[in-house]
């Protein structure tokens, strides 16, 4: 985590924040300023490999997680009180994309978003995007649109909610390894993607897709030296 709190901090300007309690496990919250970005925490189990978490807000993590359950989704922690701050869950939908969702009681998440330094966008990666609609739609409620923010002829779908666009679904087609499961990626929002992604690698990072134009902006694919995978993206001032 120390090495986490390095990276983050010198490539986006976080400042890592350790809950001072023992029992949160050197559980902290990465701030801009004085605003919450996100969180880390230790990885679980041996086997658990470095990766980012997307939440989803509920009203309820017993009734999501027994309703993700009931469509063939599963439960890989919880629902557990954390604290006064909420009840959490952590599952993973049908083709196994792991996702947590936030109860929220004394905190409601972030303090920054869809600006420099916040996330923007959260993304399925999935093989079955059919199955995907049918799973999300069933347990929030969300609609899901065609869209292409690649500008390409690959399979894109935002979700809505309430008629709100806040996230998307890419479809996994052959060019994507074997190996690489179903997963939900996380997009921070920068004013320079080149910069940050050359700074990524002077952080000894890795630069997986090197910054491109779409649409919406410019992105690129970044790996942490510990291994875990995000995006980053300048949005095109509208």
Same mark, same amino acid.
């Given at each position: 985590m120390? %090495?986490?709190? *390095? &990276?983050?901090?010198?490539? &986006?300007?976080?400042? @890592? %924040?350790?809950?001072?309690?023992?029992? *949160? =496990? =050197? +559980? @902290?919250? &990465?701030?801009? @300023?004085? /605003? +919450?970005? @996100? =969180? +880390? =925490?230790?990885?679980? %189990?041996?086997?658990?490999?470095? %990766?980012?978490l997307a939440y989803f807000q509920v009203e309820s993590a017993d009734a999501t997680a027994a309703t993700v359950t009931g469509n063939g989704g599963s439960i890989v922690a919880g629902p557990m009180d954390v604290f006064e701050s909420g009840r959490l869950a952590v599952l993973s939908d049908p083709e196994g994309a792991v996702f947590g969702v936030w109860q929220p009681k004394e905190h409601h998440g972030f303090g920054v978003v869809d600006e420099p330094g916040g996330m923007c966008w959260f993304e399925l990666l999935t093989r079955d995007s059919d199955r995907a609609k049918t799973f999300y739609g069933t347990v929030f409620g969300w609609h899901a649109d065609a869209a292409d923010p690649y500008g390409s002829s690959s399979e894109y779908t935002e979700w809505k909610l309430g008629g709100e666009g806040f996230s998307g679904m890419m479809r996994m087609g052959s060019d994507f390894p074997p190996e690489v499961? *179903?997963?939900w990626m996380v997009y921070v929002q920068v004013e320079d993607c080149d910069a940050v992604a050359a700074r990524a690698r002077e952080l000894d990072g890795e630069v997986h897709v090197p910054p491109t134009s779409i649409p919406?902006?410019?992105?690129?694919?970044? /790996?942490?030296?510990q291994g875990g995978v995000f995006s980053v993206i300048a949005l095109t001032e509208s």
């Open positions: 120390p %090495a986490a709190k *390095a &990276f983050y901090g010198g490539l &986006f300007g976080w400042r @890592g %924040a350790d809950v001072p309690m023992e029992e *949160a =496990g =050197g +559980y @902290g919250m &990465f701030l801009l @300023g004085d /605003r +919450y970005v @996100g =969180g +880390y =925490g230790p990885c679980m %189990a041996p086997e658990q490999p470095v %990766a980012w499961p *179903a997963h919406p902006g410019r992105f690129a694919l970044l /790996r942490d030296p």
